[in-house]
């Protein structure tokens, strides 16, 4: 479990393909408090670190992470977004997050406001019963609000921290983002969907 609420920027140092899958090694400030099995979140998706060299760690992503996301398209000098699992002793500053991305949005506009950013993205229109005026998103692994919600978009407001703590800053018009929906979200509309059927 995560909370959406990054820690450090991490650099695509290397990318590998084997058979169906994609290993990275990654940069990062954190990479010698990693340890070998520990489940660290990458732009939203939780990856196991599998072996650490100094300041820098290796992750793969399999078939299924890689259609569901946007790290297949991962390559060296991308900057990813790193947060470690919670701790069950302290507050939880962002929302509940699985690490388990549900899709990818696209950005549709970027706009420099005084400051903060508004981003607008879209997002494939079956998903927009999990979608709510002022819900909370998990977007490439940042915890945030959503707002001007329509039945495929929704907007983001980004303050100076988020964006210059984050990889947000890279994101521009066609840029593809990691989306993890609420958990909650989910549940009930799954709760729904199996009570309508049942109706029927």
Not at 154 to 178: G, L, M, R, W
Request: hydrophobic share 40%.
């Amino acid at each position: 479990m995560f909370t959406g609420i990054i820690e450090t920027i991490g650099t695509i140092d290397e990318v590998l393909i084997a058979g169906t899958n994609k290993t990275y090694w990654i940069s990062s400030p954190l990479s010698a408090e990693f340890k070998v099995d520990q489940s660290v979140s990458h732009n939203g998706v939780c990856l196991t670190v599998e072996e650490i060299k100094g300041s820098r760690y290796r992750v793969t992503a399999i078939a299924e992470t890689l259609q569901k996301s946007n790290i297949g398209h991962w390559k060296t000098g991308d900057l990813v977004n790193i947060e470690r699992c919670m701790l069950m002793n302290g507050r939880l500053d962002g929302h509940i997050v699985q690490g388990h991305v549900d899709t990818t949005a696209t950005c549709i506009s970027k706009t420099a406001l005084d400051g903060s950013w508004e981003f607008r993205f879209s997002f494939p229109p079956q998903f927009g019963a999990l979608v709510i005026e002022k819900g909370s998103i998990s977007l490439n692994g940042i915890s945030l609000t959503i707002f001007n919600v329509t039945e495929n978009e929704f907007s983001v407001a980004i303050i100076p921290y988020t964006y210059e703590h984050t990889n947000i800053k890279t994101i521009q018009p066609a840029s593809s983002v990691n989306i993890e929906f609420d958990m909650m979200g989910k549940y009930v509309n799954r709760i729904l969907s199996l009570n309508s059927q049942v109706n029927h």
